[in-house]
């Protein structure tokens, strides 16, 4: 999901622990960082990554040359 409100925690814990889902991997928390003891992190069907899903290597390489672009512009502009 895009934002950890977008998903019912409580709900999801239910159908894990349920087994009306068999998994889940999330990214993003209703409450971020998620402590070390929330209920999540003690199902073993589940997938936890700290808030980094957008962070691939192609993501970074964009991010690299934009900062580039944009610090080649500035010079630029102070010629």
Request: proline residues 6%; aromatic residues 2%.
């Amino acid at each position: 999901t895009s934002r950890g409100a977008v998903v019912d925690t409580k709900a999801l814990i239910k159908a894990l622990n349920e087994g009306w889902i068999a998994g889940a991997g999330l990214d993003v928390y209703e409450e971020e960082p998620l402590p070390p003891n929330h209920p999540l992190t003690q199902l073993d069907n589940v997938v936890l990554t700290p808030h980094i899903g957008a962070s691939t290597e192609e993501a970074q390489e964009r991010a690299g040359i934009d900062a580039v672009k944009k610090i080649l512009e500035l010079i630029k502009e102070l010629k």
